[in-house]
């Protein structure tokens, strides 16, 4: 029987409406790591209630299609479950997409960019008689309850890939903290400079301190940059002296280290390859020039 045509026109309301939400979300999605903290937050807070807002008319849309088309009891019992349990999941997708830099990277964003298509697909198909005649019931509600099933259940292999990225991060940090407890506190600056590598800004912060109370610390940087085991990068934060022979040194060392940065082949490297060399390489000069140290053939190098 052919669907009521207030059915139809609010259905295709509510389908556009959901359409437009769907792309906004999957745009927010796709970018929730790429401002400061607070901007992170902020963009995940938004993606909760865009998703929220998504699946209530996911919910108002199949009760205006099972009304004005007809669902089968058991199409119907698997929205109720299915739907509930599709929405939980794409919470939990959302909590994984707050960091796409580990596994499992952005994979978590075919829950909420599949579900809606094919929900809006089943609703379109209960309210067209050539559609349903054309489709068997069975097969149109087992097809579409199916794939909304294994994308649920597909959320949970990713927790536990981000939760196996935990697990090693703790064990790193945990080394990290026994190997820094045990360096001794007059070691030489390059059994320092290791631990520098920690995103934990405490952490770092700790051996910075640590390195500012060597007394031998001058006379280790001259001998790592003559070495070129230096990182350039912290050349301003360890308060040393900058005295003619730590320049000389440092600029040797900037001189020696552009050859690896240079293509083996025609063009020029991609820049990711190089960026950390050279943001060390520009902070250190930017130093020493504030010093009087001239880095002129060093930075057209």
Do not use: H
């Not at 997409?97 to 952005?106: F, K, M, N, S």
């Not at 609703?123 to 008689?129: F, K, N, S, T, Y």
């Not at 280290?257 to 060390?280: F, H, N």
């Amino acid at each position: 029987m052919p669907a009521p045509s207030a059915g139809v026109f609010a259905a295709s309301v509510i389908s556009v409406i959901i359409l437009l939400l769907w792309a906004l979300q999957l745009a927010t999605l796709a970018d929730l790591g790429g401002s400061d903290a607070a901007g992170n937050a902020l963009a995940q807070a938004y993606a909760a209630i865009e998703l929220f807002a998504l699946w209530m008319l996911l919910a108002v849309l199949l009760i205006v299609c099972g009304v004005a088309g007809g669902m089968a009891w058991q199409a119907a019992v698997a929205a109720v479950v299915l739907l509930p349990a599709s929405g939980f999941a794409v919470m939990t997708a959302l909590d994984l997409l707050a960091d796409t830099r580990a596994a499992p990277y952005l994979w978590p964003i075919i829950v909420p960019a599949l579900v809606p298509p094919v929900v809006v697909a089943f609703a379109v198909w209960m309210l067209l008689p050539a559609l349903r005649a054309a489709i068997p019931a069975g097969v149109a509600s087992g097809a579409v309850w199916g794939i909304t099933l294994v994308l649920s259940v597909a959320v949970w292999p990713m927790v536990q890939a981000r939760d196996q990225v935990a697990e090693r991060v703790a064990d790193q940090r945990a080394q990290w903290a026994s190997e820094f407890a045990r360096l001794a506190p007059d070691a030489p600056l390059w059994q320092w400079t290791p631990f520098l590598d920690t995103p934990d800004n405490a952490r770092q912060a700790a051996v910075l301190d640590g390195i500012r109370m060597l007394t031998r610390r001058q006379a280790d940087a001259e001998t790592m940059l003559d070495r070129d085991d230096f990182p350039l990068g912290y050349l301003a934060r360890l308060d040393l002296d900058p005295t003619q022979s730590l320049c000389e040194k440092a600029r040797a060392s900037l001189r020696r280290r552009v050859q690896p940065l240079l293509s083996d082949k025609p063009g020029t490297k991609p820049y990711a390859v190089v960026a950390g060399e050279v943001q060390a390489a520009l902070a250190a000069m930017k130093w020493l020039v504030g010093y009087g140290c001239s880095c002129d053939a060093e930075s057209r190098a």
